[in-house]
């Protein structure tokens, strides 16, 4: 079975379907690219594989094991998750990346060590003093990424890591998510940006109005698409 | 009466003077009385503190069927007046009443009980207000990062330190301002529970203005340098946004 799989998976925010039965399987360590238009649905499908919120019917495995509102605490360990928007603490760029390591109760030392490598990989370990709430836009962003891959969790979610980041911060971001991969894990990667996910990915999958459209290798996906929905995203015919 | 022939001004100017005289030469009875107000109030803004931000936290933080009518009634008692307050606890403590065997009707715990009824609400409402104004991507972002209950209080509870610390200025304002409530539990003894609200009270029914005025004084130094010292600390705290 896939790392993660997602069988006919509903979700609806008061009356209004947003994923309308989405099925996708996902291999252990494998990057893909989840594109599609605003609204299509992609956060709340990531936020649902991260068990923060349910869906009303359909399933969804992490490693094999269904995921309940009760195991999703725990299958949670194992997953770390870059919002849209991403918040940081107010405290130190440092104790930022820190924090989930100290309450896993790791060695002071392993936590330096740790941090320091999480910070090397997003090029931040000159700032690592500095007020995480005095940061630019691209600097958070990559210490969100610092926060939740310094825990070495097997599967990593990013909703949109690069918006609105200038070419210097997604070299940087699409570095570390390379490193991430090469390491053997999975990484879902929701972005708008669909040369980020021909330039990152293995496969990409794209959801349209809360239907999974297409799922394939990438090379397939922009040069032999077998939707013809598809072929219309690529060359941004769609209009949305 | 000697104010009749006096101004008011004279009498404020007289009761200035006469206020930094009794500062300045430590009177031990304006002492004592001012440090049992102090203490009296600082206790009970402190035990206000202590179950007032845990259970704001858990009220604002949690789910439960019946919260907005929980948080309606805490802040109901935010304005509740301190007689009635006076009122309950002299009920509860009087020989008769149910903690009538403790004996502490007229004693210095008494006025902490009773204040920190007044305290608690404040600060347990001031809480909740303060924790559901966070952001609420913050507490998801401590879920997806697997943090512990506890962890994740402290992380909350530390984003929204400001609004804590204004949650105990405002608690320590209403417990050291008030009279209502120690005058009823405390009865405004002489070197026992007279503090500086109950004993500006008294002086002022004697006709005993200018020693009114000092304790006046006293009182809003007294607040003045509490409510400083708090102050620079949250302003320490909104430095770094
Ligand atoms: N909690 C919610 N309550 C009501 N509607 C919601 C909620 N969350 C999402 N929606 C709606 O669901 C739809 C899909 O939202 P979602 O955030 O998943 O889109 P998206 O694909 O991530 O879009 P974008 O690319 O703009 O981030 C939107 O129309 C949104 O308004
Ligand atoms: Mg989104």
């Known amino acids: 079975m896939a790392y993660v799989a997602l069988r006919s998976v509903r979700k609806r925010y008061s009356d209004k379907e947003i994923l309308k039965g989405v099925s996708i399987d996902i291999q252990r360590g494998e990057l893909i690219s989840i594109v599609g238009p605003s609204g299509s649905g992609k956060t709340t499908l990531l936020r649902l594989i991260d068990g923060l919120d349910f869906p009303d019917s359909g399933e969804i495995f992490i490693d094999g094991i269904k995921l309940t509102m009760e195991n999703a605490p725990k ?62 836009g691209g600097e958070a962003q990559r210490v969100a990424l610092a926060r939740a891959l310094v825990y070495d969790p097997e599967l990593i979610l990013l909703d949109e890591p690069t918006a609105n980041l200038d070419p210097a911060n997604v070299l940087i971001i699409e570095g570390a998510l390379r490193e991430a991969n090469l390491q053997e894990k999975t990484v879902v990667l929701v972005t708008h940006n669909i040369f980020q996910a021909k330039r990152l990915a293995n496969r990409v999958a794209l959801l349209l109005e809360g239907e ?20 219309r995203f690529i060359d941004g015919d769609l209009v949305y | 009466m000697w104010c009749d022939s006096m101004g008011w001004i004279e009498i ?6 006469e206020a930094f005289g009794l500062i300045l030469s430590s009177d031990a009875e304006i002492l004592g009385i001012a440090a049992l107000s102090l203490k009296v109030s600082m206790i009970a803004t402190l035990l206000g503190a202590a179950f007032g931000v845990p259970l704001g936290f858990l009220i604002a933080s949690r789910s439960f069927y019946g919260r907005s009518l929980t948080i309606a009634v805490i802040n109901t008692f935010m304005g509740i007046p301190p007689v009635v307050v006076g009122l309950a606890v002299y009920l509860l403590l009087s020989s008769s009443g149910p903690l009538g065997f403790l004996s502490i009707l007229y004693t210095p715990q008494a006025m902490i009980l009773a204040q920190t009824l007044l305290t608690f609400p404040v600060v347990c409402g001031l809480t909740v207000s303060s924790i559901l104004a966070l952001d609420q991507r913050l507490k998801e972002t401590l879920q997806s990062l697997s943090a512990p209950k506890l962890w994740e209080a402290f992380i909350l509870l530390r984003e929204s330190r400001i609004g804590l610390i204004t949650a105990v200025i405002a608690a320590f304002g209403a417990a050291i301002s008030e009279v209502g409530a120690i005058m009823m539990v405390g009865g405004n003894i002489l070197g026992y529970t007279r503090a500086l609200t109950t004993a500006i009270m008294l002086y002022t029914n004697t006709g005993e203005f200018a020693l009114a005025i000092a304790l006046g004084i ?19 705290y909104r430095k770094k946004r």
Do not use: C, H, W
């Open chain 1, 75 to 136: 299958l949670r360990k194992k997953v770390g998750m870059v919002f849209q928007n991403p918040v940081l603490f107010d405290a130190s760029v440092y104790d930022n990346v820190a924090f989930s390591l100290k309450f896993r109760g790791l060695p002071d030392d392993l936590i330096r060590q740790r941090v320091e490598a999480a910070l090397n990989l997003v090029m931040l370990n000159d700032l690592a003093k500095r007020s995480a709430l005095t940061l630019s």
């Open chain 2, 218 to 236: 006293i009182l809003l130094l007294l607040s003045f340098g509490v409510n400083l010292a708090l102050t620079i600390l949250q302003m320490r």
């Open chain 1, 212 to 231: 999974m459209v297409e799922v394939q290798e990438t090379e397939s996906f922009f040069n032999r698409p077998l939707d013809p929905r598809t072929r």
């Open chain 2, 12 to 17: 404020f100017l007289d009761g200035i003077s």
